[in-house]
Each structure stands twice: as C-alpha cells, then as structure tokens.
C-alpha cells in the first residue's frame, strides 16, 4: 500500500534519529543524513543505548537488535538518499534552511518519491514551493517528542498534496507502529492551535497572580487527568519555542488573541528557556 523499503532522514537530532530508530525497527531500510558528524555520531550512540535497554526490558532480542543495527546507516553525504522511497527532513525549524535543502535535492528525487516534512509550524503548503512540479508528493509528518515513545503522527496535507501520497504517507507512519491522523494546513495544525494558548493562557494565570506555578500545573494534571502540568510542559518544549508557535498562530490566523504573554516572552529574554538551560518556570539546576 505505502510501497515503500528504503527511508531517509535529513537531520540526526532529537526527532530525526527518534524517526530513525522506529523506522529500523520495523524493518525499513533506513539512512539518517546530517551535516554534523557529532551530531551522526551521538545519534548512532543513542540508537545502540537505547536498543540494548530495551534488550535490558525484553522489548527486543539481540537478534533483533543487530538486525536492526544492520538496517540503520548514518551518512554525511547526501548521496546515500537519493534511492530513498521517502526523504522526511527534521532539521531546524527554519523556512529557509528547510526550503534550500528541498531545492538543492529537487533534481535528484525520483518520481514515486515522498517528500516528508517533520515541521512543528511551518506552513507544508510554502515548504512545497521548493520543489516545483513534486509538490503532489510533499507533505507534512509531524511526529511528537520521544518518537519512538508518542504514538501520534499529524498527517499534515498542503494545498497541493494529493490523495495518494496522503494514503501511502498513513499506511507507512502504521507500518511504523504510530497512529497518523489527517490535518490540513493551516497554522499550527491542529495540535499546537489547541495546545499552545492552553498553556499561553497558563502563563497569564500565572502573571495575573490566579495561582503559582505548581498550583496551575496540579490543577490542570488532577483536573483534566493531563499527565504534565501546562508550564512545566512548557519547560519541556521550551519557552523560546513556545513564543515561536505563538507567533506562527498570531500571524497565520491573522488574530491577536494567539499573542505571546509577556511574561513568557520575558522569561525567554533572561535567558530562561526550560529544561535546556536549566531554568524556565522551573528551577532545573539542583
Ligand atoms: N523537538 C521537538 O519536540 C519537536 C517535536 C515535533 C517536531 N519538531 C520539529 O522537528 C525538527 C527538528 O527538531 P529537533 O528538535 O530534532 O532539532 P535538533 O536541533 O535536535 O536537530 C536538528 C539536526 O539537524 C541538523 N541540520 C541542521 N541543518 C542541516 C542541514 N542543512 N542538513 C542536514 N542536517 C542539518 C543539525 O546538525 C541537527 O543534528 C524541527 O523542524 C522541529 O520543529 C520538534
């Protein structure tokens, strides 16, 4: 149904070594591509750590495991991808970065190809731009941190995706043992135009003295059984990322109730960004 053996990743970070490793281990054919070689390097050390504890857990066997090792190849050329059946690009979450890297791959694709976008805000419809008459076969995967852990894959559909690469894109995210749902783009998708206001709203309540910090969170966890509290989410996302989306809604929409809160934009100012700098709403140094 999704026709698809080989996979190639663009970025070895956090999602795209996370898109990786599921994608081995149901039996893709995987390359994982980066410009870092540091960054190849503690992606293909985080893989074996994380395979050998799930070994540890009796998840997977050893045969498993260097079955799985043997799919995976780490390349810093880009080369290895062009017989790819899918590309899904996870660099920085930056419109020009992404689009020069479609571009400069346009002329190599091939014609059953999928071109795939993990992009948590960027519109799919403008990323398709890049690559010309390819645009049927471009669409957004938007998978969710930990990715071998978040079961959701938002299937985000642009303007000119077609139905069948909408298909092939959702029996493969299956095939990968996730669960995609379709969306169609329109700024934040869906996930984060519902998410990010709650936890907007989360850091008004805060400023406006409704309750302290760990008093939101409690009140959100035991009251709507969430299994994180907004701001402490918040940190985990980080707070910079958090004013990025805002902003991404505020424009898209064109509506000023996705502003920022300006005590979020303040925190992001000090330099209080979340767990990543050890300090957000939450004191993460000790
Ligand atoms: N982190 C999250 O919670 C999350 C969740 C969903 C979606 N996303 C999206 O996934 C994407 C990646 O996020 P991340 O958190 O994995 O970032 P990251 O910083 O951990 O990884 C990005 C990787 O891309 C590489 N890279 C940068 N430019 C490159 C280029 N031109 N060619 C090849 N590799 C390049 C970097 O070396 C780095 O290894 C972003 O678009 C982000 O919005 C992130």
Request: net charge negative; glycine share 8%; hydrophobic share 45%.
């Amino acid at each position: 149904m999704h026709g698809i053996n080989k996979v190639a990743i663009i970025g070895s970070g956090q999602m795209g070594g996370g898109i990786a490793q599921i994608a081995a281990v149901n039996g893709f054919e995987t390359v994982v591509y980066d410009l870092s070689t540091d960054a190849l390097d503690r992606c293909k050390s985080l893989h074996n750590k994380l395979l050998s504890r799930a070994v540890e857990k009796g998840r997977m066997t050893d045969d498993d495991v260097s079955k799985t090792q043997s799919r995976l190849t780490y390349a810093s050329s880009q080369d290895a991808m062009y017989d790819a059946d899918i590309v899904i690009e996870a660099v920085v979450e930056d419109l020009d970065i992404k689009k020069k890297i479609f571009s400069d791959l346009a002329d190599k694709f091939t014609e059953n190809q999928i071109l795939a976008s993990n992009t948590s805000s960027i519109s799919i419809t403008d990323l398709a731009t890049s690559v010309g008459d390819a645009a049927d076969r471009f669409i957004g995967m938007h998978f969710f941190n930990p990715v071998p852990v978040m079961k959701l894959v938002e299937v985000i559909n642009g303007l000119a995706t077609s139905e069948e690469t909408t298909k092939r894109t959702i029996a493969l995210s299956e095939a990968m043992g996730k669960v995609a749902v379709p969306a169609n783009d329109r700024a934040g998708f869906v996930s984060n135009r519902v998410l990010m206001p709650m936890i907007n709203e989360a850091f008004y309540a805060w400023m406006e003295g409704v309750a302290e910090p760990e008093h939101i969170d409690e009140i959100m966890k035991l009251g709507m059984a969430h299994p994180m509290g907004p701001l402490r989410l918040a940190d985990f996302i980080g707070l910079d990322t958090c004013v990025h989306i805002m902003e991404v809604l505020a424009e898209g929409l064109n509506n000023d109730r996705y502003r920022a809160c300006p005590l979020l934009k303040q925190l992001v100012v000090a330099g209080r960004l979340g767990n990543k700098s050890g300090h957000g709403v939450f004191d993460y140094s000790k």
